[in-house]
């Protein structure tokens, strides 16, 4: 689960704690609501960019959103990110959620060489079903 170098797969990281968990993550958001997922990080990771991207390879991935290595706010479209450095976590949010929205993200930080990050699989919970009826 964890990937370096946007092209293969590093167990290594585990023991190495950059990240805080080694376990596969999953996230479920409501259609129309708002997605928000949590991405730990472990020390001296802090003043480094975190990024969100989208896509089961690695190395094909579109960052969706980027951090300015702040605790400052980014936001992009309907995706925003924020870090706590003192946490060392960062929160990033999708809103509106919709049905193609389900899909593998990755929690990423940039750092010199190759990246680091871990796969999120986000699913869409439709929420309640309202049939429409015709008379």
Same mark, same amino acid.
């Given at each position: 689960?964890?990937?370096q170098?946007?092209?293969?797969?590093m167990?290594?990281?585990?023991?190495?704690?950059h990240?805080?968990?080694?376990?596969?993550r999953m996230?479920?958001?409501?259609?129309?609501?708002?997605l928000?997922?949590h991405?730990n /990080?472990?020390? *001296?990771? $802090?003043?480094y960019?975190?990024?969100w991207?989208?896509?089961?390879d690695? +190395?094909?991935?579109?960052?969706?959103?980027k951090?300015t290595?702040?605790e400052?706010?980014?936001?992009?479209?309907?995706a925003?990110?924020?870090?706590?450095?003192s946490?060392r976590?960062?929160t990033v949010?999708?809103?509106?959620?919709?049905?193609?929205d389900?899909?593998t /993200?990755?929690? *990423?930080? $940039?750092?010199?060489?190759?990246?680091?990050?871990?796969?999120?699989y986000? +699913?869409?919970?439709?929420?309640?079903?309202?049939?429409?009826y015709?008379?």
């Amino acid at each position: 689960p964890w990937a370096q170098g946007r092209t293969r797969c590093m167990l290594a990281f585990c023991f190495l704690a950059h990240f805080s968990t080694c376990v596969m993550r999953m996230a479920t958001g409501r259609a129309l609501g708002t997605l928000t997922v949590h991405c730990n /990080y472990g020390r *001296g990771w $802090e003043p480094y960019k975190k990024w969100w991207c989208r896509g089961y390879d690695w +190395d094909s991935c579109k960052i969706l959103v980027k951090s300015t290595g702040s605790e400052q706010l980014v936001k992009n479209g309907r995706a925003s990110i924020q870090d706590n450095h003192s946490q060392r976590i960062f929160t990033v949010t999708l809103e509106d959620l919709w049905y193609d929205d389900a899909d593998t /993200y990755w929690c *990423g930080i $940039e750092k010199v060489g190759n990246d680091l990050g871990y796969k999120v699989y986000v +699913d869409v919970d439709p929420g309640r079903y309202y049939p429409s009826y015709a008379p």
